[in-house]
């Protein structure tokens, strides 16, 4: 039987931890962040708070990914601490909420950015009149989701071709993503335009813990896809060394271009402009440079998009795959592909229910969708550093958590408290992931009879 290959190298894998990160939540979320907030320096403390949340979650998960270098990422910790119940809880909401919506908001971030050049693609083509919609409401398709959906396809045919491909498909736009934020950065702050009595400006908002951690909600969709390399672990060469060093390094780097960023953002507009703009970089740009600079940064905008698509379709199809492969899932998803020795099924499967989830819903609701059941997971993940370290002291670990146990006890306090705040305000985008968790518990029960009777 054919089986995965060990074929990224350490610029691939720091690639696959930068690339999937820096996706549409830099461009699209501050906006969010302002209008619960009130304050560029509260959404700058946001930003920074996240930051260090999301390299607690980096320092921890780095000795797991380097003591059990295995596709599957969170699956294979959790199956170790836990049980494999836990494990297939997690494969199962990454399957059908967190990794699907994570790439339907990216995709819909991309034909957002793409309306910028064509503002047609923003169109109701067709309404449903059925309250499947955000907030209940009708369900409205836009001319813009079917590109959308077109894009996630043509990506999941470039994954199939085999990790390298995918691979250096990753290497290429974040490096040309890169340059281009290095630019926007540059321009915000030294063009001319900036406006330090900015950062002295507010608007009305929800203010107080509430809007802190709805804010938080937002930043921690910006860095969502830090973990994405650990499920890939089972492809990466010399995983015990180049794991940790990606995820670690990686982390940083995004949070220092994050941070960047947004300084950037607020020396050019001021509180009420960010909070009155989807677009907040393509509206900084076209204030300096007119309307070239907001069709460049759309164009930037576009391809940091396309590169955590492409990270988030490699790296979320090797999880439905390694639950197929321990027989806890469906069977076609744990086949490799002879030729191309990829899990072509499940690339394929991933990639047309995440096209589904494109259609259900705006980017703030999808947005929600993916944050509160991959925190509750996440939590969990981390705090099994430290019953690992319990039931298994005598295994072998190439690197180990810097600032263990506190660290991980940091991170799992901040998820508890995170989750608690987002079911009381998005309860219905909430309550949708736990019931699709709760949903995987008959079929974890029939597969589990099925593999004990073979």
Known sequence: MAELRRDLGPWAASCVVVGTVIGSGIFLVPKTMILETGSPWLVLAVWVFGGLLTLAGALTYAEMAAMMPEAGGEYVYLKEAYGPFWGFLYGWTQMWVAKSSSIATLATGFFLYLANFNPALEGVLLRIPLPIGPGGGPLEIQTGQLLAIGVVLGLAVINYFGVRVGGQVQVATTIAKLGLIALVIVIGLFGGSAEPANFATSIPARGGLAGFIAALVAALWAYDGWNNLNMVAGEVKNPQRN?????????LLVMAIYLLTNLAYFSVLSAAQVGAQDRVAAEMMRLILGAP???????????SIFAALNGSILSGSRVPYALAHDKLFFKAFGRVNEAHRTPGFSILALSAWSCVLVLSGRYEQLLTMVIFPSWILYGMAAAAVIVLRRKKPGAERPYRTLGYPVVPALFVLVAVLLLAVTLVNSPRESGFGLIIIAAGYPF????KRAAEAR
Do not use: K
């Open 444 to 447: 974890y029960r029939h597969w």
């Open 243 to 251: 794991l940790p060093r990606a995820l670690i390094y990686g982390t």
């Open 293 to 303: 600079g907001a069709a460049a940064v759309s164009i930037a905008a576009m391809i």
